[in-house]
Nanobody
Framework: QVQLVESGGGLVQAGGSLRLSCAASGRFFSSYGMGWFRQGPGKEREFVAAVSWGGSITYYADSVKGRFTISRDNAKNTASLQMNTLKPEDTAIYYC?????????????????WGQGTQVTVSS
């Protein structure tokens, strides 16, 4: 059974930074792509970033490109999201998810395991 646990959320002022981490249990972590999604107040869940099984391929939503960086450490079964220059519109619950495939993908339906989420609040 795969479990994903996010950490690192919190309250930060606009322009600040946070680093989210996702700890994964279960086997073969390094075989699957990982992604980060978010759901803001009154909004639907949206794609943020994805990384392929080996970390060489990454995708980002246009809204975070140049500010956020996704990475993974297969030796530690973790995935991370470094968030810089945060804006109030980045306020959301952030979820990490494991893809059914090894590639990086923006398709929400490709992800079969999800964490519980971590709250990120950016004040203006």
């Amino acid at each position: 059974q795969v479990q994903l646990v996010e950490s690192g959320g919190g309250l930060v002022q606009a322009g600040g930074s946070l680093r989210l981490s996702c700890a994964a249990s279960g086997r073969f972590f390094s075989s699957y792509g990982m992604g980060w999604f978010r759901q803001g107040p009154g909004k639907e869940r949206e794609f943020v970033a994805a990384v392929s099984w080996g970390g060489s391929i990454t995708y980002y939503a246009d809204s975070v490109k140049g500010r956020f960086t996704i990475s993974r450490d297969n030796a530690k079964n973790t995935a991370s999201l470094q968030m810089n220059t945060l804006k109030p519109e980045d306020t959301a619950i952030y979820y990490c998810a494991r893809s059914q495939y090894g590639t990086a993908t923006i398709d929400t339906h490709a992800y079969d395991y999800w964490g519980q989420g971590t709250q990120v609040t950016v004040s203006s």
